[in-house]
């Protein structure tokens, strides 16, 4: 992503000189389809890079800055309740010898400081679930937990996720392929979302053009099948559903070792406990039961699968997800060590860890979440206990 | 570091004891002098103490001039017919927004769960700067729905201006006077209809609303600085 100097009008962080229509949404959407990649704060050539974001921050960027390189306007509500919405037209930051970027940076940070997954419920509203209205731009949000970008409508009516997390930091995006029950609304405050435009930000949501509170209907554990079924354009074959299944899986793990070294990384700089803090932002509590969830997914998809099993060309895949899913028997260090063919985990530099061992650990409590835990421990190489408070 | 210690501390306190007084049917003395009996018993830092205390009088200083904040959102005749549509209460007895919540957990029974979402107390510092101070629970990974604060000055447009350093913050709350709360609230209740209702309240009336249950989903929406809400019934299974 690239960008020309936009030019700022009587101190406002930009000037709005063109309006969001149809015409413009459809434009935004094909831009993040295309331009909102997972290296969009860590590739140098990246107009937004080394910009420190967590999961709302992301999501407020993409739209955001969008609106800056396109000169549309931008508001989000005032979270700390005044009337005025906090927008482009803001004349804080107005200084003289400021560039314009200064300024766009500025007003990022300030609605980084002032946004999270439960203020951008009210600057988003719910939308019909067809491929009218779900679109990449959008975002799916766990109301006050997480916040995911919609950067695809497969055509299989998969979402291609991506989304920051926390603790905030300059990092690479993750991406999922769609999503698991866990982040199905449970309330209309969360779900499938589009941003509202500025002349809407006081507007009730069902008086906005695709408004549906229909996805708040759909039954929780069917939530992530129904809104798949609803925009898919082809049928999944079971191939490609199980590789879905499996990668989501194989991603999740990954992102826990990401996550697990920021904070084995941490707390080598700091060297002392964890603070509340700094254990809420490094522990992986959430991330662990979601993990656990998606193992569970893809048990209960082979399971209900194992009668039809001949259905699946992919055979090696198959037995491989089997295997992960239903083999209770401990491997032996050298088998545990050594990578499964579709997904090769390494936890820490040389060390790999297969999945089957990942799920089986996790079903014998051997993996904790404790953030003043070294690697071995977090991973259940060895027991420990950690002298530091929990919090 | 000490700073997000004392505010969750001491928000986790006064929002707790806040949190619903107008449903839980508890008056603003009544709350007033259990926020004092709680900060006085409490083995909060002194700084944690000055805010918690700080906010307390302010709070009382509030009731002085509640009579203008009671009056509540008038519910509209057009009001009345998308209540009717959605089977929720309506009629002469329900004049205003408190009425129909307050008509709705009548006939749901004990809320199962009641969770504050967020609160944003609007005060003036004692050199009469304009505070604001916002409260919100965080179930980012990690967070578990820790409770955070965060306060604010204003700048020359009137938006908010986080503050961050502690003298400030104290400087600030010492001797507060509020003048505007808000909140956000979430109460679930069990059978036999499974009622979920989303409150938005503002001085302790409510201004904007959602209930769900299993046959129906209802929205009133008030805008800021309006005194009217547009309320819809936007589902009905018969």
């Not at chain 1, 699968?305 to 899913?325: D, G, I, P, Y």
């Not at chain 2, 006064?14 to 049917?25: E, M, Q, S, V």
């Not at chain 2, 259990?34 to 906010?55: D, G, H, N, W, Y």
């Not at chain 2, 009056?71 to 549509?85: C, K, P």
Request: with cysteine; charged share 30%; proline share 4%.
């Amino acid at each position: 992503m690239s960008a020309t100097s936009i030019s700022g009008a009587y101190g406002a962080v930009w000037e709005s000189r063109n309006q969001w229509t149809p015409e413009t949404e459809a434009k935004y959407s094909e831009w993040v389809r295309t331009q909102w990649n997972a290296d969009v704060f860590t590739n140098p050539n990246s107009f937004l890079y080394n910009l420190q974001t967590d999961c709302a921050d992301a999501a407020y960027t993409m739209r955001a800055t969008y609106s800056y390189l396109n000169q549309l306007p931008f508001a989000v509500r005032d979270p700390s309740g005044g009337s005025k919405p906090i927008s482009n037209e803001m004349t804080r930051w107005d200084h003289q010898g400021i560039s314009d970027k200064d300024k766009f940076f500025e007003f990022l940070k300030y609605i980084h400081n002032l946004g999270s997954s439960t203020t951008i419920s009210e600057d988003t509203y719910p939308v019909e679930i067809n491929r009218n209205w779900v679109r990449a731009g959008d975002v799916l949000l766990r109301y006050t937990h997480h916040v995911y970008e919609i950067k695809d409508v497969r055509n299989t009516g998969l979402l291609h996720l991506i989304a920051s997390t926390v603790p905030r930091a300059v990092r690479k995006l993750n991406e999922n392929l769609h999503f698991n029950s866990s982040v199905s609304p449970l309330d209309e405050n969360g779900g499938i979302r589009a941003f509202r435009e500025p002349k809407d930000l006081f507007t009730p949501a069902w008086k906005i053009t695709g408004y549906s509170n229909e996805q708040f209907k759909f039954p929780r554990e069917d939530y992530p099948d129904l809104v798949k079924a609803r925009l898919s354009l082809v049928k999944e074959t079971p191939d490609d559903e199980l590789r879905n299944l499996y990668e989501r899986v194989c991603r999740k793990v990954k992102e826990r070792v990401d996550s697990v070294n920021e904070a084995i990384a941490y707390q080598e700089k700091v060297n002392r406990c964890m603070n509340a803090s700094e254990f809420d932002d490094y522990s992986t509590t959430s991330r662990d039961q979601d993990l656990r969830a998606e193992f569970q997914n893809l048990k209960s998809f082979v399971a209900s699968r194992n009668a039809s099993r001949n259905q699946f060309r992919n055979v090696a895949l198959w037995n491989e997800a089997v295997k992960v899913t239903m083999d209770q028997k401990p491997d032996s260090t050298a088998q545990m060590t050594k990578s499964f063919q579709f997904c090769a985990v390494n936890y820490k530099s040389g060390f790999a860890l297969n999945l089957k061992e990942v799920r089986r650990r996790f079903d014998l409590g051997l993996i904790t979440d404790d953030p003043n835990l070294k690697l071995e421990a977090r991973w259940g190489d060895e027991k420990a206990a950690s002298t530091c408070p929990r919090y | 570091m000490r700073m997000p210690l004392i505010f969750i501390f001491c928000c986790l306190v006064i929002a707790a004891l806040f949190f619903d007084r107008k449903l839980a049917g508890v008056d603003h003395k009544t709350m007033t002098s259990r926020i004092e009996e709680t900060v006085s018993k409490s083995e909060m830092l002194p700084e944690a103490k000055a805010f918690a205390q700080a906010v307390s009088s302010g709070y009382k200083n509030r009731d002085e001039g509640k009579s203008q904040d009671s009056a509540g959102i008038r519910v509209s005749a057009e009001n009345q017919v998308e209540l009717q549509r959605c089977g929720l209460p309506f009629g002469s007895d329900v004049k205003t927004m408190d009425d129909v919540i307050q008509g709705l957990s009548r006939e749901s029974g004990k809320a199962e769960k009641r969770a504050l979402i967020w609160r944003n107390v609007h005060f003036k510092s004692p050199d009469g700067e304009e505070r604001r101070l916002r409260v919100w629970r965080d179930f980012s990974i990690g967070l578990r729905g820790k409770l955070r604060a965060q306060l604010y000055t204003l700048d020359e447009e009137g938006l908010p201006v986080p503050l961050e350093q502690e003298q400030d913050a104290e400087k600030s709350l010492e001797g507060a006077k509020i003048h505007e709360t808000q909140e956000k609230v979430s109460l679930t209740f069990g059978e036999p209809k499974h009622l979920s209702l989303s409150i938005e309240m503002k001085n302790g009336s409510v201004r904007s609303f959602e209930a769900k249950d299993d046959s129906m989903a209802f929205q009133c929406f008030t805008a800021p600085g309006s005194e009217s809400a547009d309320c819809k019934c936007l589902g009905r299974a018969d």
